[in-house]
T-cell receptor, first 114, second 114 residues
Framework: AQSVAQPEDQVNVAEGNPLTVKCTYS??????LFWYVQYPNRGLQFLLK??????LVKGSYGFEAEFNKSQTSFHLKKPSALVSDSALYFC????????????FGAGTRLFVKA | DAMVIQNPRYQVTQFGKPVTLSCSQT?????MYWYQQKSSQAPKLLFH???????NEADTPDNFQSRRPNTSFCFLDIRSPGLGDAAMYLC?????????????FGNGTRLTVT
């Protein structure tokens, strides 16, 4: 069965500094990995997904994610944080065997301070 | 714009009084999901449809039912809501192919049980 872990409940970063939100996963077969962002009282918005063969994936709003197969990680990064990036971030995994079930991590709240 | 629409945004029901939440989509996606999300926690999958094929998660209470009369619409019925069912309910869709297609979420219905 697949699972995903986000070890940090909260990440604090100053505006303009780089940010990293961590995610590790466990899945049989090739993983389908995703990052989503959620603003208050809204649904989740897709940010980016892992593309097989690309260790660095670029997504929306300047976000990117680094895939590391040996560490089974898919960390979300951004070179320069904005106050407007403050939100709840979810890592998600789906088994790469054609399954339909997408499982979400517990979420990491990002605070960007001006 | 193609989208996933959930109605109502806020729903108040009484303990034990049946309630129905609705979701519609203009994306023509064959897969639709219902998730329950409590207090900014990870969304928890309740069930999903692939076309008319219904898949119930093993730990989804019997109190929760769903209907999908056509591709565009999906309903979540809570037969006898308890206080513990108060949550945000998120509908999501995706194209069945490619397998790594992301989820598209509605803005959710926040259910209050009094």
């Amino acid at each position: 069965a697949q699972s995903v872990a986000q070890p940090e409940d909260q990440v604090n970063v100053a505006e303009g500094n780089p940010l990293t939100v961590k995610c590790t996963y466990s899945v049989s077969g090739n993983p389908y990995l995703f990052w989503y962002v959620q603003y208050p009282n809204r649904g989740l918005q897709f940010l980016l997904k892992y593309i097989t063969g690309d260790n660095l994936v670029k997504g929306s709003y300047g976000f990117e994610a680094e895939f590391n197969k040996s560490q089974t990680s898919f960390h979300l990064k951004k070179p320069s944080a904005l106050v407007s990036d403050s939100a709840l971030y979810f890592c998600a995994v789906r088994e790469g065997t054609g399954g339909f079930k997408t499982i979400f991590g517990a979420g990491t709240r990002l605070f960007v301070k001006a | 714009d193609a989208m996933v629409i959930q109605n109502p945004r806020y729903q108040v029901t009484q303990f034990g009084k049946p309630v129905t939440l609705s979701c519609s989509q203009t994306l023509n996606h064959n897969v639709m999901y219902w998730y329950q999300q409590k207090s900014s926690q990870a969304p928890k999958l309740l069930f999903h449809y692939y076309d008319k094929d219904f898949n119930n998660e093993a730990d989804t209470p019997d109190n929760f039912q769903s209907r999908r009369p056509n591709t565009s619409f999906c309903f979540l019925d809570i037969r006898s809501p308890g206080l513990g069912d108060a949550a945000m309910y998120l509908c999501a869709t995706r194209a069945a192919f490619p397998n790594n297609s992301p989820l598209h979420f509605g803005n959710g219905t926040r259910l209050t049980v009094t």
